[in-house]
């Protein structure tokens, strides 16, 4: 068994902005056999070699296609945070949980087999006030206080987990993906900065982390062609604080006591601008980061976007439309300080 | 931090009668520092092959942090010797020579600020806003308020990390800002305290996002780790609220240092650990009455009565002009045991337990040197 001869590889929610990518990139490569992409809708990007197949995860077909497809990789993308877009929260965790686990099923029956990629998110590690400021890879996810897609993910992510252990010979990488940001991948977090006015809770300042569009394609790459087994927390190193990627974005923001941000959250809701969901509330206000030690070492990764890049290329590529925009301050700032100097002056003179 | 032996520029005592002697016996004549201190005594730190201690070694160029160059030296000189007269807009803009250069660089950071176009490190702190909004409110307090003397600034290493702990007090932490604003403008290489802070501290609106951008960090002990090994200073409080919350007629009694946690974190990352006796705080906001059903009410640790609160209304939270010492006082070695160490809990109680005494030793000597609460 060579170790490129020909990668066989099953893309599960293909119609995302990421898997997208993914699949245009492995076309490319020549150490790529096969590729097979599920979803339910048509995958949006062009792509030639990549094979179409319209069925829900939880659809025992599934199994059928690994095996005739001879599938050798995984690559899980199907993990959504967006309850309202995927038909109401009982079905995204339907789709979710279920669907992982009648692909594991179906992934653990295939001798074949010898890898799948986990797109996870960093969210496991929930965000509470007594968290430490960076989370370890080995930090264990509790689930008793997590709800939502955060409990998906950390239920997704023990099944993998069991998965893995039952096929020993099978290579796992977890990838827990900071939000994601860049010129394409729409997420909830991209449409909140895109929002005329950003509405943020008062009195507090979350940490946030950001994982470039394009690194998270490139370790997803990686994770396919190589071997990386393990679990990783994958981000552009640095943070921003909300307030200060508000400002870098040049939007006004609104601070909303906490007791209305629920009420405004669900108007927000009701609009579908945003599917910003309850259990976001603590992102809000405490954020999350982790540590991307391992990712540098163990991984061998590099981002070529820090979090403040990745923000500052976000809001380049999507024109947000700053209400001032970086040049405009520092001709602002040169105005100012030419009429103060040229007032100092005059007082001076006065004064003598 | 060294791996082994000494930890850099830090004074080592050793610990316990049998082993002092053992100590001495081995290192017969270790050459002295003998730089003449503040105090007019001569620093006893062992010297360096320069022949001086690590602490009054000249610095070789480009190890402390560019921007320390133009900071002003708030210790001994009066704001009134700068050269322009233009320039007195903007106190803390002083050094600046020419008004037109603090005027270019106000503006400049008003603008980077209202841009978001600035640098903070991955647990939240904002060395800018800390040195130029921060520091400059506290700063009053320190120096005309509290009139803080700090003592013993030697023995806090310039470059490597350590463990700096200090006994708690005063209702509201004030101490740790203080010992901040000494670790900054009086020691000489201006170093940043980065403070382990309770889980209340960080829940709370504005505090919370406010103490994480100051340098504060949760009580935690991988976080801890990290900001050790990476050479910086890390503050502990291990007394906590019993520490602060406690009646003034408990005043300068330690209060049981939690768990030991922060002796298994010093010895783990192998960094002295600092003993710092702070003289004042108490005094601060005399706590007479704990009411225990307000503070379960408001989900607090305490809820103080003071001689002035509330009595006074919103002015009893003006804290009461105490004269403040904050002693540091020699580095208590643990790279003599070896980082296995932490796991053997008979040490780490009897080394939690050592601290705790030297601390108590200390403010009990700076107590009786004490004229009164107010001088």
């Keep these: 068994m060579g170790k490129h001869s020909g990668r066989r590889v099953l893309i599960t929610g293909i119609c995302g902005e990421l898997a997208g990518q993914l699949a245009a990139r492995l ?159 729409t997420t909830p977090l991209t449409t909140y900065f895109a929002l005329p006015v950003v509405p943020t809770v008062l009195g507090y300042d979350p940490r946030l982390q950001f994982c470039h569009e394009r690194d998270a394609v ?28 508000v400002r870098r974005a040049g939007k006004p923001s609104v601070p909303v006591a906490l007791p209305f941000v629920n009420g405004l959250a669900h108007l927000v809701r009701r609009t579908g601008r945003v599917d910003f969901s309850p259990e976001q509330l603590g992102f809000l206000l405490y954020g999350r980061v982790g540590n991307l030690e391992r990712m540098r070492t163990d991984f061998g990764y590099a981002p070529a976007f820090s979090t403040p890049a990745a923000f500052d290329d976000f809001v380049a590529t999507r024109r947000l439309a700053p209400l001032v925009d970086r040049d405009t301050a520092v001709r602002w700032e040169h105005r100012l300080h030419d009429l103060l100097s040229a007032l100092a002056a005059g007082s001076a003179g006065a004064g003598r | 931090m060294t791996q082994a032996g000494r930890p850099a520029g830090a004074d080592v005592i050793p610990l316990g009668p049998r082993r002092r002697g053992a ?12 730089e003449p201190l503040a105090d007019g005594r001569t620093c ?158 960080l829940r709370l609106p504005v505090i919370g996002p406010m103490a994480r951008k100051t340098g504060n960090t949760l009580a935690h002990g991988d976080d801890a780790r990290r900001l050790l090994a990476a050479g910086e200073l890390v503050g502990v409080w291990p007394e906590g609220f019993k520490g602060i919350g406690k009646l003034y007629r408990d005043r300068y009694k330690l209060q049981r240092f939690g768990r030991g946690g922060f002796v298994e974190l010093a010895l783990r990352a192998q960094v002295p650990i600092v003993p710092v006796a702070i003289i004042g705080a108490e005094e601060i906001y005399p706590m007479v009455a704990d009411v225990r059903v307000l503070a379960r009410l408001l989900r607090l640790p305490y809820f103080p009565v003071t001689w002035q609160f509330p009595l006074l209304g919103p002015a009893g939270l003006l804290p009461l002009p105490s004269k403040w010492v904050i002693v540091f006082g020699e580095p208590i070695d643990t790279a003599r045991y070896g980082p296995e160490a932490a796991d053997d809990p008979m040490l780490v109680f009897e080394l939690t337990d050592r601290v705790r005494t030297v601390i108590q030793r200390m403010l009990y000597r700076t107590l009786m040197g004490r004229r009164s609460i107010f001088f």
């Design chain 1, 218 to 245: 490139e370790v997803l790459v990686r994770s396919t062609l190589e071997d990386h087994p393990g679990t990783f927390n994958v981000a552009g190193p640095g943070i921003l604080y909300l307030s200060q990627a």
């Design chain 2, 44 to 201: 006893r730190n062992y010297a360096e092959p320069s022949g001086l201690c690590r602490v009054h070694e000249p610095e070789e160029p480009g190890t402390t942090a560019p921007a320390r160059a133009d900071r002003p030296a708030p210790a001994t000189v009066p704001p009134r010797i700068r050269p322009s007269p233009g320039a007195a807009s903007d106190p803390h803009l002083a050094p600046v020579p020419d008004p037109g250069d603090a005027l270019a660089a106000a503006l400049d950071f008003l603008r980077r600020r209202l841009t978001g176009d600035y640098d903070v490190d991955v647990y939240g702190f904002d060395r800018e806003l800390t040195e130029q909004v921060i520091l400059p409110l506290a700063r009053p307090l320190y120096r005309r308020y509290w009139r803080v003397r700090a003592v013993g600034l030697e023995h806090v290493p310039a470059r490597s990390g350590a463990l700096i702990v200090a006994n708690h007090a005063g209702t509201l932490p004030f101490d740790a800002i203080m010992t901040k604003v000494a670790l900054l403008d009086d020691h000489p290489a201006h170093r940043h305290l980065r403070e382990l802070a309770a889980d209340l501290a």
């Design chain 1, 27 to 185: 076309e490319a490569d020549d150490r790529v056999d096969a590729i097979v992409g599920v979803d339910l809708r048509r995958p949006a990007h062009h792509l030639s070699r990549t094979e179409w197949v319209a069925a829900d995860l939880r659809n025992p077909e599934i199994a059928h296609v690994i095996a005739a497809a001879a599938i050798d990789t995984i690559v899980h993308l199907r993990i959504t945070a967006e309850p309202h877009a995927s038909g109401g929260r009982s079905l995204m965790k339907e789709r979710n949980v279920i669907g992982t686990m009648q692909l594991l099923a179906a992934a653990q029956n295939t001798d074949r087999l010898r890898k799948v990629v986990l797109k996870s998110t960093t969210a496991v590690y929930g965000s509470r006030y007594d968290d430490p400021a960076l989370f370890d890879e080995d930090a264990a996810p509790g689930t008793a206080r997590r709800s939502g897609y955060s409990q998906d993910a950390v239920e997704i992510e023990g099944y993998a987990r069991t998965f893995a252990s039952r096929r020993p010979d099978a290579t796992l990488t977890t990838l827990r993906f900071a939000n994601f940001l860049g010129p394409r991948v």
């Design chain 2, 23 to 34: 100590a001495a016996g081995d290192e017969p004549a270790r050459a002295r520092c003998g």
